[in-house]
């Protein structure tokens, strides 16, 4: 009897121990409730003792900074363009009595802190442009709305570590009116450049050809001067020629007359046979025939008659 007694009293003492007994880790915090009120609060993780249930009981809270995700919302900048908000939060609990006395859960804080940023997102980006917002002031207006945050969020024993956005953006519509727009945008910039460019290509080729043109006139320039120049140079010569033996120079412009004048051809040529034209036909030595004899006959190239 009395070693069961025993035992039973053991365990009796080794469940109000286990009953009385809890343990705070680091990444949490504990509120020790007394009759359903708050009776202190341990911060530091270690072993901690309480009364047994239902006298004491142990409220944890998380210590460490918890995010909070909510869904894209709705904005007017203040140039009248709507935006497509998706922002986010971190937080911790600055003050466990505080934060149980309002809030008293994680999922409750949340609702009431997405309402909190939502109102204030709203807020800021209605004073700000869409280029501010999408790229000249986005760290300013971030701060801007994290501070009001946590001003809110300080009844409700929060910290609110710091707000980003994601992702601003028009609407769907609006993005797919400003894409087109922005499309016959670049089109009439590049039918513009095309234009230029083909109006210095025509201006190239004007001058291209207006240079040709020039050289080409002057290349004729110089060859006419050039071939008048041989000319000239070559009736010298001639004059010399003939000057040193026309006898020669004659004959020599005759076998040129014969080779022109009786070339094969349709042209029918009427002539005397005493004319002057043949007199190296009748003498070798191109002497003069009288006008008599006998009447013209008519001569057609390349057969004489």
């Not at 007994?21 to 359903?36: D, E, K, M, R, S």
């Not at 007017?76 to 998706?86: E, M, T, Y």
């Not at 029918?268 to 046979?273: F, I, T, Y």
Request: glycine share 4%; net charge positive.
């Amino acid at each position: 009897m009395r070693g069961g007694i025993l035992a039973i009293l053991l365990a009796v003492v080794a469940a109000v121990v286990y009953a009385s007994v809890f343990i705070v880790n680091p990444t949490q915090q504990a509120i020790v409730l007394t009759f359903g009120k708050i009776d202190k609060v341990i911060t530091e993780p270690g072993l901690n003792f309480k009364l047994p249930a239902p006298f004491q009981n142990v409220v944890y809270l998380d210590k460490r900074i918890l995010d909070l995700n909510m869904p894209p919302v709705e904005a007017i900048a203040s140039d009248k363009k709507r935006l497509v908000v998706d922002a986010f939060a971190r937080y911790r609990i600055s003050d466990p009595v505080l934060f149980f006395q309002r809030v008293n859960n994680i999922r409750e804080a949340n609702q009431r802190l997405s309402t909190f940023l939502q109102s204030s997102l709203r807020s800021e980006l209605a004073k700000a442009s869409f280029t501010a917002v999408v790229r000249d002031n986005r760290s300013g207006l971030m701060e801007n709305i994290r501070r009001d945050v946590s001003n809110s969020a300080s009844e409700l024993g929060i910290e609110v570590v710091d707000v980003k956005i994601r992702r601003a953006d028009l609407p769907d519509a609006n993005s797919q009116a400003i894409y087109a727009r922005m499309q016959t945008e670049r089109q009439r910039e590049a039918t513009e450049l095309r234009a230029q460019g083909e109006e210095q290509a025509r201006r190239i080729r004007s001058r291209a050809d207006r240079n040709a043109t020039v050289l080409v006139a002057e290349a004729k320039r110089d060859a006419d001067i050039m071939r008048g120049v041989g000319d000239a140079e070559r009736n010298k010569i001639f004059a010399e020629a003939y000057g040193v033996d026309p006898d020669f120079f004659a004959f020599y412009r005759s076998m040129q007359a014969y080779e022109t004048g009786l070339r094969q051809g349709d042209t029918s040529l009427v002539l005397s046979p005493d004319s002057s034209f043949f007199r190296y036909f009748n003498d070798p030595m191109g002497a003069s025939q009288s006008s008599e004899g006998n009447s013209g006959s008519r001569l057609q190239a390349p057969n004489a008659q």
